[in-house]
């Protein structure tokens, strides 16, 4: 797609919706690869402009989706950038970081599961490791699994995993993170229209992205004196591994179809609300949740 296609095109129609195919469905975590059509992160439309040179970033669900989107993004607007991603992720993630190194940066391989604090204390020390510093945090990883019965549906084991991987892991990250942080530097998480429009099938992971939307205005107040930024990313329905693998493909067959586009997001179309939030062209903006919803509502 170029990019006269991309400033011209109607945004209903800019992606096809998903081909739901034989062997769409996948096992948790999930990979592009498999998936009709395989999501756009930008590889071939993303064009940088220095807004991040010399940064150095670290984001979480970095292998693939809006990670992955985010990181070339990131590249190629001059960041360095340290990837976490789950160990059986490894294949998306050294495509990644292929990609951020295509765009001339430095591409750091962490994995690891972030479902303990000593884990997201050692990712921030690799960060210190590799960079001496984090001047950007993009707390990304998250983890979901749609259950028809809703409440009932939902036993500890999941509970317990949402919740570690949603908000124990942003709250450790950040904790550990913020002393190696100068100011004019800033945090982003991503939240969802799912914490404005709870869905029965997600209602803990929706809790725990009501929980983020929290935490980042709470933080932002608390940062500020340092003068450290914290915003956040509310999508919308994205085409992403994580939708073939935690979705019933009659679902999967509809996914974002309920938005006034009438389609999911593409990875790429997220990826510049972060360089946004991550570029002084934010500098006047904390506390603030932006959503990229397709034209839902975050009310």
Not at 94 to 105: I, K, N, P, Q, S
Not at 183 to 207: C, E, H, R, V, W
Not at 229 to 251: C, D, F, H, Q, Y
């Amino acid at each position: 797609m170029s990019a006269d296609q991309y400033t011209r095109q109607d945004p209903r129609e800019q992606y096809p919706r998903p081909d739901v195919q034989e062997g769409q469905e996948q096992a948790h975590p999930g990979t592009g690869r498999q998936m009709g059509p395989e999501p756009d992160h930008g590889e071939k439309t993303y064009r940088g402009s220095g807004r991040l040179t010399d940064t150095k970033a670290v984001i979480t669900g970095g292998d693939s989706g809006i990670g992955r989107a985010t990181a070339i993004a990131f590249a190629r607007e001059g960041a360095d950038v340290l990837l976490s991603y789950l160990e059986e992720e490894q294949e998306d993630a050294e495509r990644t970081a292929e990609l951020v190194r295509d765009a001339g940066r430095q591409a750091v391989l962490a994995p690891g599961d972030l479902r303990s604090e000593d884990a997201c204390r050692d990712l921030v020390e690799r960060a210190r490791e590799e960079f001496g510093r984090i001047d950007v945090l993009v707390s990304n990883a998250a983890y979901q699994m749609a259950q028809s019965d809703g409440l009932l549906g939902i036993d500890s084991e999941q509970l317990d995993r949402v919740f570690k991987t949603n908000i124990y892991a942003m709250f450790w990250l950040c904790k550990a993170a913020v002393p190696l942080m100068r100011p004019g530097s800033a945090i982003i998480t991503t939240s969802s229209i799912q914490a404005f429009m709870p869905s029965p099938p997600l209602m803990d992971y929706a809790a725990t992205k009501a929980a983020i939307v929290n935490f980042t205005k709470a933080l932002s107040a608390d940062l500020i004196e340092k003068g450290i930024r914290v915003n956040s990313v509310a999508p919308g329905p994205v085409w992403t591994p994580l939708i073939p693998a935690t979705m019933p493909a009659e679902k999967v067959e509809d996914f974002g179809a309920q938005t006034p586009m009438g389609r999911a997001a593409q990875p790429a179309e997220l990826a510049p609300a972060y360089v946004f939030f991550a570029s002084q062209e934010s500098s006047y903006i904390t506390g603030e949740v932006l959503g990229v919803t397709g034209g839902q509502l975050l009310t």
